[in-house]
């Protein structure tokens, strides 16, 4: 049972608290503030991403061991949003980069081409992130950790014969505890933006630590939870990073 960062240079990740009401325009994915992400920017970036990086053909060359894993669109959301609640928070508060996240890392990470958008938006995103200050190391509950074996069952990361007991010292450790203390304090600092999610998105959840399988270990909400629309169930999980025990 080990888990993964998300991204070995991004420290913190950004939660949300949608404040009430409902806005819904045709066209648009996601709002944060009074900015729109339109559908058509989602799309835009997916198919930027598809065309750097092709399918492979039978004579392509291909590299031993990569797998190219283009983003899905609640990713691409995801990432957009995140971005615009940096950027506010940081000009805000007047945080600044502790860190630079460089786009052909980032893209060796998620599989994909340095050349394509997504992979830049996304070291940009990470850049940002470096510079929110997290707090010290939170405890999980025992239902947070029931909560984690559960998951980690569903991945097939735990066995699922595994007590919450049996589990908890391999899963309680230094990096659970962060992952913890940056949900927790970035949502609280943010829970101020009116952010709302297309509800073909929902749930909308920002990874901040996962099981070696991808699944999401510790995450936090972006926008309303859950609703009874059709949502994007195509999306891939984000490319795993050099496991790290948990």
């Not at 992979?119 to 909560?147: K, M």
Request: aromatic share 4%; proline share 8%; net charge negative.
């Amino acid at each position: 049972m080990r888990a993964r960062r998300l991204v070995a240079v991004a420290s913190v990740a950004v939660g949300l608290v949608a404040l009430s009401g409902c806005r819904s325009e045709p066209g648009v994915a996601a709002y944060v503030g009074d900015h729109r992400i339109t559908e058509d920017a989602v799309t835009e970036v997916i198919d930027d991403a598809r065309a750097k990086n092709p399918a492979p053909t039978e004579t392509a060359e291909q590299v031993p061991g990569q797998q190219v894993r283009l983003p899905g669109r609640s990713e691409v959301v995801s990432t957009l949003v995140l971005g615009q609640v940096c950027e506010r928070i940081s000009a805000a508060e007047n945080y600044r980069p502790q860190g630079q996240a460089e786009a052909a890392q980032v893209a060796q990470q998620l599989g994909i081409s340095p050349e394509a958008r997504y992979a830049r938006q996304v070291a940009e995103l990470y850049t940002c992130l470096s510079g929110i200050p997290v707090g010290s190391p939170v405890a999980p509950t025992e239902q947070e950790l029931a909560d984690l074996v559960a998951a980690g069952k569903r991945a097939g990361a735990v066995p699922a014969d595994v007590t919450v007991e049996q589990a908890a010292p391999q899963l309680d450790g230094e990096q659970l505890r962060q992952a913890l203390a940056t949900r927790n304090a970035l949502a609280e600092a943010v829970d101020t933006y009116d952010v709302t999610v297309n509800p073909r998105y929902r749930p909308l959840e920002f990874p901040v630590l996962s099981f070696a399988g991808q699944a999401v270990a510790v995450g936090v909400p972006l926008g309303e939870p859950g609703s009874d629309a059709v949502t994007d169930v195509s999306t891939p999980r984000p490319a795993q990073t050099g496991p790290v025990d948990g």
